[in-house]
């Protein structure tokens, strides 16, 4: 398996390449060649390893160099493959690869494109850093590093102000839960005294559940701002300034999952606290919500998709909460999958109506871009989960396995359901149907992308057909990695504690297959209610966007604040705006001017002064005539004689 | 425990601050035209030396190596005493590479050429002077020694009120410096007179046994002294005056080279020569340095003027340069020393970038700046990369250093940590937002200042090549630490003998 360390320094290779020649390249796409050579090189690797893996349902470990070593123990760079890892890397570099191909199209003629190809070859570097981890400092770097990627690329365009703050934004952002993710490395090595997964879980039994639940807390802070929960998810929607293959990969695919794999990752410390476990599913729960009614009322195609990211982000998350965390990992898969696809399909929108981005001045597009708009339903399809396409069978059994669990989280999630599907086909009517909104110049120039963005489209749309119907080869191939009972690398009290973690769902049971799921769904009361759910939440956009029958403004009159509410995003960037942006930098400053200036330097120049002045009055004592000093002299004797006195 | 010493073959130490030294001379003998070539030499030298040293040190048993002493004054017991551990061969090897790199970086002096590398090479010599001296009078000579080039380079090559900087800067740190003197001599009377023995090598004044409360006092002397040199909150004023006004070659060398005297004072002397003290004021310390990490980040973002900015960022870092140190574990202290390394790098090279800004703007305030990145590629790049490791980010110097001080803090004040912490957020607020008002925004330019930007050059070969190796050593120590810790482990060890035994 010495392979493995192709797999992350394939695009390292390509990085450096691009970086240090890119402009030197004699042609443009040169740059975007070598790019989608690296990150292609590493996948075929990692699904030679992921059939490797799949065969045997073993995993390895390889320790590729010590970084850093404490005390006794050694921080290693290393790779742990497993179902788990390998999944993972699966989907970042194979989604990768087409997001790639796709990018040359779509960044063609851009005076930075040898750029945009070295960060995107440094993100996929730096993600595979943070999968193929096997301690929490490696994951760190990883995960510190995909952020600066995400910096980078969201500030791609840095002439804007607009991009320039949103990159800072979701940079410092995300280092609020960077810094409680830090505290949870540093809460982990202080009580395990090392930081592998593999140690930390077998240790396990060793540690209070208060420190346990505190360390998945902290960690869990980290992905709250990685992921974009509430209440960190201020910057993903921002965070679509970047260029559309980058709101693809980074902000919908393979990035803001991050913080679902790390969850899963983990498993065993999740497990084995009920709190961290709770946490997890309740901000999962709220998030696939809020940011859902979030979604309902926006105009930019971006943004809306990137509301969904959240939404659906929360629903692996609540997933995970559940316990169903081969259900999370399934979804977070699919997601990948038709999220790549619906962004790149806005992606190639954006290219045929020049970077025009408000739904509402779009309409009758479809027929101009056939290929653009049929792949896009796919992915709107499965968003809304809808069989055959993957969406279904993986957003569905969350769903189900609620009902089983937890009545609240089921209805949030049931509503949540409803609120998604309406709010993608708002968009999808809203774009390629409806009436012709478009301004005259705009619509002689749609046209169909070309086939570097056409064919990636087509490829993800046919994955997410397919996809779901290896829902029991997914559920299978995770099981050395998540279900306790066939983790070989647990000892035994681990799994113990780990199965009564986990027994919240045990009585959950959740069909694996495919087929019969489907058949199930279709059958049960359950099933049915879900899938009308989804259904009449695709028929009332149709209703009001595409046959007008009813129209929106007046809709959004009649529940004037409950609009205004989701409008403004529940005042959540206000009030932020409020006191950590512009609070906290008038804090600094009034606290400049009092503390340093006036306080601080008021004394030290201060004492400077009065030594001046002490100096002048001196000064003056120094007559020059014998007779001054001699009166002098004789005033200290006295002094001194009277001295002598009192003291004695 | 006491120190072994492995005396040098060949008096390399008293080499390295010679080499400044007679450089100095032979550019005040000759005409300035070869000053800049002749400077370069010299610390060229110095730092193949300093780096020769590193390789060959053996960081195995605690031994100070490359070690000469000549007695000076016997009567008193007084002697010249030069030698390196770890600590001191680190902090020498990051000088020579400062000043290699600031005088690479000086080619737009105009007035006064030959006193102004004079100023710089007799500065150098000090500066190593401090960093290998055993002998608490030669160390005190250097320390003082310091002072006045400095001076010198902020009152004469500075800018508009650099008269105000550079009497606040050498007041200030010679109010400190007496401090330390009393400490010292302080020391050395209680030494003759609980042991009867003059002397004012470190080593002899390191087995003195004192009374509690004398240790107490001494400790405090000594921190004084060096907490104003640090500098510590809330002795912290004068250093966002000095850099303002110094020229950029000066800034390079205040902030990477003479603020690190202050912890390397206390490094040095404080946690050995009083354990006692050192745990007692534990917490007083640590408050300071989170004083230090949260507030000066918060005067960092209030400023317009990206040289203040820089240096209270400087101070911010050297507040987990304190906790580190008063974590009095070896994580800790090992994590300030490669913070000290590190800092040294990131606020060398960000003081070069501003000085960049400068010579193409001729504005140090953000509402002149902005939109460059486009104009200056590979600058924008080492500069993105010197702003990344400052700010701590995986991979690079910063994070190593920041790592290991919080790992020690936390083992013994889990509240210290979590607010020290917080740098992670502050701090990157602050440097990009530095970056931001200085690279990106170009929308905002008007017309004409666009014109004049489409006229600015990227880095010339000296500007580069004074830049590339500060950012490449970012990379060395961010992504290879072990190295670095296994060279300083043993000076650790010692460094905290007597706290924690063994």
Request: proline share 4%.
């Amino acid at each position: 398996m010495e392979y493995l360390w192709i797999i992350p320094f394939s695009p390292f290779i390509a990085f450096v390449i691009i970086g240090l020649f890119g402009y030197k390249f004699p042609r443009e796409p040169l740059s975007g060649i070598v790019a989608v050579a690296g990150v292609a090189i590493s996948a075929i690797a990692s699904v030679i390893g992921f059939i490797d893996v799949a065969k045997t349902g073993g995993y390895y470990n390889l320790k590729l160099f010590s970084w850093l070593t404490i005390e006794n123990y050694n921080i290693t760079v290393s790779i742990l493959w497993d179902p788990l890892s390998a999944l993972m890397t699966c989907v970042v570099t194979c989604v990768s690869t087409f997001i790639f191909i796709f990018a040359t199209g779509y960044m063609k003629g851009d005076e930075s494109y040898p750029r945009f190809f070295a960060y995107l070859s440094l993100f996929v570097f730096m993600m595979l850093m943070l999968t193929l981890s096997d301690n929490l400092v490696q994951l760190f770097f990883g995960w510190e590093g995909v952020g600066l990627a995400s910096y980078l690329l969201i500030g791609f365009w840095h002439y804007k102000k607009s991009a320039a703050n949103a990159a800072m934004e979701s940079f410092v952002v995300n280092r609020v839960g960077d810094w409680l993710f830090l505290l949870g490395i540093l809460l982990a090595f202080a009580t395990f005294g090392t930081l592998d997964y593999l140690q930390i879980f077998n240790k396990l039994p060793e540690a209070g559940y208060v420190v346990i639940t505190a360390i998945a807390l902290l960690l869990f802070g980290g992905a709250i701002g990685k992921s974009a929960q509430i209440p960190l998810h201020i910057w993903l929607p921002n965070a679509m300034e970047g260029p559309t293959p980058v709101s693809a990969l980074i902000h919908a695919a393979t990035m803001v999952a991050a913080g679902v794999y790390m969850v899963a990752r983990l498993m065993p410390v999740f497990a084995a606290s009920e709190v961290a476990l709770d946490t997890v599913l309740f901000v999962g729960t709220m998030s696939a919500f809020i940011a859902a009614t979030m979604g309902l009322v926006q105009n930019d195609i971006k943004r809306i998709i990137a509301y969904s990211t959240l939404s659906q982000l929360g629903y692996m998350f609540a997933a995970e909460g559940l316990g169903l965390f081969s259900e999370g990992m399934f979804h977070l898969t699919s997601h990948a999958v038709f999220k790549a696809l619906l962004f790149l399909g806005s992606g190639s929108v954006l290219i045929a109506l020049h970077h025009l981005l408000d739904v509402q001045k779009m309409g009758q597009i479809g027929r101009a871009m056939p290929i653009t708009m049929g792949t896009f339903l796919i992915g709107s399809l499965a968003l809304a989960g809808i069989p055959p396409f993957v969406g279904f069978f993986s957003k569905d059994p969350i769903i189900e396995g609620a009902y089983e669990i937890n009545s609240f989280v089921f209805m949030l999630l049931w509503g949540g359901a409803f609120l998604t599907a309406f709010y993608i086909f708002r968009l999808f009517f809203l774009a390629f149907f409806s009436t012709d909104r478009l301004d005259h110049h705009t619509r002689e120039h749609v046209h169909e992308s070309p086939p570097n963005m056409t064919v990636p489209l087509i490829v993800l749309a046919t994955a997410t057909v397919l996809l779901g119907f290896f829902r029991e080869f997914f559920m299978n191939f995770l099981r050395p990695s998540l279900d306790p009972h066939s983790m070989k690398f647990l000892s035994e009290e681990t799994k113990r504690i780990v199965w009564e973690g986990l027994s919240r769902s045990s009585h959950v049971e959740i069909e694996p297959n495919a087929f019969h799921f489907l058949g199930h769904s279709l059958t049960s009361f359950l099933g049915i209610v879900i899938l009308g759910t989804a259904l009449a939440g695709i028929f009332t956009a149709f209703l009001i966007y595409q046959l007008r029958k009813v129209d929106p403004v007046k809709i959004g009159d009649m529940f004037q604040p409950i609009y205004k509410l989701f409008y403004n995003r529940w005042y959540f960037d206000h009030i932020y705006y409020a006191i950590f942006v512009y609070g906290y930098y008038k804090l600094s400053k009034v606290l400049w001017f009092v503390g340093d200036k006036v306080i601080i330097d008021g004394v030290v120049d201060g004492s400077a002064k009065v030594s001046i002045f002490g100096g002048d009055i001196f000064r003056k004592i120094q007559l020059g005539r014998i007779s001054g000093y001699v009166l002098q002299m004789l005033i200290g004797t006295v002094i001194f004689i009277a001295l002598f006195f009192i003291i004695r | 425990m006491t120190p072994t010493f492995e005396t040098a073959s060949f008096p390399i130490l008293s080499v390295s601050i010679l080499i400044p030294f007679v450089a100095a001379l032979i550019v005040f003998a000759l005409n300035e035209k070869v000053a800049k070539p002749i400077s370069i030499v010299a610390s060229g030298i110095v730092l193949a030396i300093s780096s020769y040293l590193m390789l060959v040190y053996d960081p195995k048993d605690y031994k100070i190596q490359f070690y000469e002493k000549y007695e000076w004054i016997p009567q008193f017991g007084i002697s010249y005493e030069v030698g390196v551990d770890a600590l001191s061969l680190t902090m020498v090897w990051l000088t020579a590479l400062a000043f290699f790199v600031s005088f690479i970086w000086s080619t737009n002096i105009q007035n006064r050429v030959k006193e102004y590398f004079i100023s710089f090479l007799i500065l150098e010599a000090a500066c190593i002077g401090v960093f290998v001296a055993w002998d608490l009078v030669a160390f005190y000579v250097f320390w003082e020694v310091m002072l006045i080039p400095m001076f010198l380079i902020i009152g004469i090559w500075g800018y508009a009120e650099r008269l105000y900087a550079a009497t606040k800067f050498f007041i200030y740190t010679f109010f400190g410096s007496l401090f330390l003197l009393i400490g010292v001599v302080g020391m050395y009377i209680y030494n003759f007179y609980s042991n009867k023995v003059l002397s004012t090598s470190y080593f002899d004044l390191l087995n003195v046994d004192l009374p509690h409360n004398l240790e107490i006092v001494f400790f405090l002397l000594l921190a004084l002294g060096f907490a104003v040199k640090v500098p510590m909150w809330p002795f912290h004023t004068w250093l966002p005056a000095a850099h303002v006004q110094a020229p950029t070659a000066g800034s390079v060398i205040l902030a990477a080279v003479l603020l690190k005297m202050g912890t390397y004072g206390f490094v040095r002397f404080n946690l050995p020569w009083f354990p006692e003290a050192s745990k007692v004021f534990m917490p007083v310390m640590f408050t300071l340095g989170v004083i230090a990490i949260i507030y000066t980040a918060m005067m960092a973002i209030a400023q317009t003027h990206i040289k203040r900015l820089i240096a209270y960022s400087s101070v911010s870092h050297m507040g987990f340069v304190t906790i580190g140190t008063f974590a009095l574990n070896m994580e800790g202290v090992n994590g300030a020393i490669i913070t000290m390394i590190s800092h040294g790098l990131t606020s060398g090279a960000l003081f070069l970038a501003a000085g960049f800004i400068y010579e193409r703007l001729h504005s140090y305030e953000m509402k002149d700046l902005g939109g460059m990145a486009k104009f200056v590629p590979v600058f924008a790049t080492l500069f993105m990369i010197s702003v990344m490791a400052s700010a701590g980010l995986p991979g690079l110097s910063g994070f190593v250093g920041e790592f290991l001080a919080l790992l020690g803090t936390f083992k013994v004040s889990i509240l210290t940590a979590v607010l020290a912490g917080l740098s992670l957020v502050v701090g990157a607020a602050y440097t990009l937002w530095l970056y931001k008002k200085t690279m990106f925004e170009e929308e905002l330019l008007s017309e004409e200042r666009l014109k004049e930007y489409s006229h600015i050059k990227d880095l010339n070969s000296a500007e580069l090549w004074s830049f590339l190796p500060l950012v490449i050593f970012m990379f060395v120590i961010g992504t290879y630490p072990n190295w670095w810790v296994n060279l300083i482990n043993s000076t650790s060890a010692f460094v905290l003998h007597k706290i924690v035994g063994g």
